[in-house]
C-alpha cells in the first residue's frame, strides 16, 4: 500500500514537472517570436524613416557602363533614397536604433511589442506604457542584426521599390518573423 502510494507521488510529480517544462518552453518560444517580430517591424519602421530623408530629387545612375555592341549603354537612374547601395549603407546601422525602443507588454494578451521611446526629433514622448529593460533591449538588436543577416535580399527588395504594408509582406508573408501579425495594431511611428 505504501508502496502504491510513493508510485502514484511519483507519478504525480513526473507529470507535474512535464507539464512545467511544456509551458516554460512554449512561453520562452512566444517570447522569441515576439522578440523577432518586433525587431521585423522596428526594422521597417527605421527603413522607413531613413529613406524618407533623402531628397525624392536625388538620383543615381546604374546598370553596366559598357558599351553595347550596339554603341549604347545599359544605364538607368533610379532614386537614391531606394538605390541598392543607399539600402546597404543603411541596414549597415539600422539595428543601432534598436536602442531607442522599449518593450510594451498587451494586458490581455501578454504579448510583447517594441515602441520607440526616444524622439527623432527631440519631442517628448509618453514613455508611460514601455518598459526600458536594457536586456530586451540588447535582444531586440541582436534580432535585428539576425534578419538583416538572413534576409538582406528580401529587405532590399521591399524597400527598392515603394510599397504599401511593407511591415505585415515582409515580416509576416515573406519571412515569418510574425505569425501574429494579423492582431498587432498597424502603428505609425
Not at 9 to 30: D, E, G, H, K, P
Request: contains cysteine; aromatic residues 6%.
Amino acid at each position: 500500500m505504501f508502496r502504491n502510494k510513493m508510485r502514484d507521488a511519483a507519478l504525480l510529480l513526473t507529470s507535474c514537472v512535464v507539464v512545467f517544462l511544456l509551458l516554460s518552453f512554449s512561453c520562452a518560444a512566444r517570447q522569441g517570436q515576439d522578440i523577432r517580430c518586433g525587431a521585423c517591424r522596428a526594422l521597417v519602421d527605421e527603413m522607413e524613416w531613413a529613406i524618407s530623408q533623402v531628397d525624392p530629387k536625388k538620383m543615381i545612375q546604374t546598370g553596366s557602363f559598357r558599351i553595347n555592341p550596339d554603341g549604347s549603354q545599359s544605364i538607368r537612374e533610379v532614386p537614391l533614397a531606394r538605390s541598392e547601395g543607399n539600402l546597404l549603407d543603411l541596414m549597415e546601422s539600422v539595428c543601432e536604433r534598436m536602442e531607442d525602443y522599449g518593450e510594451h507588454t498587451d494586458p490581455s494578451t501578454n504579448r510583447k511589442s517594441y515602441v520607440r521611446v526616444k524622439s527623432r526629433t527631440g519631442e517628448a514622448m509618453d514613455l508611460s506604457e514601455a518598459a526600458l529593460d536594457s536586456r530586451a533591449t540588447s535582444s531586440l538588436k541582436f534580432a535585428c542584426e539576425t534578419i538583416v543577416e538572413h534576409h538582406e535580399d528580401e529587405i532590399i527588395e521591399f524597400f527598392a521599390h515603394e510599397t504599401d504594408n511593407v511591415k505585415d509582406k515582409l515580416c509576416s508573408k515573406r519571412t515569418d518573423l510574425c505569425d501574429h501579425a494579423l492582431n498587432i495594431p498597424h502603428d505609425e511611428l
